[in-house]
């Protein structure tokens, strides 16, 4: 397992499926985790020294609300944590703000308001700097994307 994945409640599972759906692409092992910072902050860090010992590389931490859930992680670990706020109120703007606003000293990268795919990209970019696999299955998805690009908007489009 490469990557884990963390949110703070079963129903932000749809909003995480994408981080999944990312390194699945990828052929990355991963495991996904339903664990509270506030709820059970014991087993959540329980679970980070768990995950650590096995071998785990990135943290993927999805958080709606108060989206203390990445920070947490951040504070008990030094791998990188990346942030997927969730939204829940304000359109998403307070879990957005929440994660990218961490003290100096523990960062924690975030992407768009409920975004998951972007973290699991993040998370093989991430990757790719050690598994020269992973590099080039990112480039040659990038070519790819780049070619049904064009393809797709070759004729231009009727207004």
Known sequence: ?????????????????????????FGVDYKAFVLSAHRVPEKLEETIKEIEKEGCEVIIAGAGLAAHLPGVIASHTVLPVIGVPVKAAVGGIDSLLSIVQMPKSIPVATVGINNSYNAGMLALQMLSLKYPDIKNRLLDFRKDMKRKFIEENAEGVEL
């Open 1 to 25: 397992m490469k990557v884990a994945i963390f949110f703070g409640s079963k129903s932000d599972t749809d909003v995480m499926k994408g981080a999944a759906s990312a390194l699945k692409e």
